[in-house]
């Protein structure tokens, strides 16, 4: 163990929009990865702090608002609170959920423009722009509509044209009006700030090339931004909801979303740091060059994570760490078909927590996560894991072994000494240890699907162990014997629980408290687990962690999806 692996990690999730809910596609790209990995790092005891938060200006929240007649603000409550409470049923524990709406951050990005103002990083420029007089605002492109200069199709949108694919600038349509309302639309001048990205294109490439480290897919984005070279990216823009420019004569402009929310992680820290009393503590998590900083994304938020934040925080005048690693994953597909919130083909987390323990759907995702490419769920591979992996697998090893010591070893673990290993139990217990280092290697470098590999084969082990060293036979012939196996049996049980941890936190926790452990399992419960299992501990009444499906559950999903996708017959 090198001793980079002891150094402080913060650890930042994508912060989820507050328009709607979370589905399995935000949780498979992001949310359970970031979980999966600052548990990992909680068990070994690690320093880690975790931070997130919904990300609450924009147009797309305005427009909701205005459909339900409640303020903006009112709307990213109501959503903050349900996102925070979903997060809270699947076990997604952050040190910090903050919002962007409050007043920690308003002030934290206007401090962050201003620095970067006061230091000339940004530059002014006057652009001709589309106007809606009756609504008194300038619109975004996409709610820009006409038609396309290159195909003729009506109904192409300010910044892409859908029928031939064209990447179109609003100024190009024919005919422009306002996307919702078909109202007409006038050019008017407006003045913005940019920030550079060209000028900051050199140092970042240096910057991505000292992380050869990095996921391929991740690296393969950002060789591809900087062929097409960066350019100057507005960082303001005239909408009402938003953080206002702290700028004299900027009424009615904002900071953009892309610019204020990264800036986000950095005010939902301070926001945590006041709360533990110590204001300035977020400063050793932000500016202290020993801490690993790591983003969790979804593919479509790369080019901010791995250029224009980190462009960002170099353009700014005080030191901050750059992200040590942007382990982006690609995206999940729902039982073959692609994830679509407008049509809500979607599986929503709230729904999921309503009929379904949090566990198995935190499992599943981790034996399919789109690390390097799409993966896909179907409801029918979720019940074959829940039942032959979690059920058959996991939750059978921990039945027979507790059922055993608490009928024939009144529910202590049985009386064992080194000298009576035979060589049956060195070779489990050697295989375990194998597959437990490899785990650990596998987590260290985010590949979670492998490193549930080993998990589940040492469970298997466990299995094959018990099935061998036959404690059913030896109870008849040999007490002592028996006792020694279901001792041996008992400590793969402590690495099968410290594996599955992470990924299973309620069921794990609960086995963790029936092996009569002492440290709290998601605070340095590793070296415990790791210890040798003393003779004579107590052992807790086991009850069925993972029970098996009824069809009819995982039916009644797979025709509730199948309804979505055949509207006409629902
Ligand atoms: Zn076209």
Redesign the pocket.
Known sequence: MSETDFRRTLVTAALPYANGQIHLGHLAGAYLPADFYVRYLRLRGWPVLFICGTDEYGVPITLTAEKLGISPKELVDRNHQSIEDSFAGLGIEFDNFSQTSREVHRETAAAFFRDLHAHDRLVQKTTQQFYSPSQQRFLADRYIEGT?P????EG?RGDQ?E??G?SLDPTELIDPHDALKGEPLELRETTHWYIPLGEWQERLEAFIASHPEWKENVKQYCRSWFNDGLGDRAVTRDIAWGVPVPLDDHEGKVLYVWFDAPVGYISATREWAIDQEDPEAWRVWWQDETTRLIHFIGKDNVVFHTLMFPAMLMAHSEPFVLPDNVPANEFLNLEGQKLSTSRGFAVWLPDYLERFEPDPLRYVIARGLPETRDMNFTWEGFQARNDNELGNNFGNLINRVFTFVHKYFDGLVPEWTEDQLEDIDHAVLAEVAELRERWASHMDRFEVKAAMECAFAAGQAGNRYFDESAPFRTRKTDMVRCGVSLAVALQVLRQVCLMLAPICPFGMTRLWSWLGMETPLFFGGWEEGLRDIEAGRPLGQPEILYPRLEPELIEAEVARLRELLEPGDG
Not at 150 to 153: E, G, I, N, V
């Open positions: 396309c290159k195909c003729q199709s192409a044209c029928n031939c064209s």
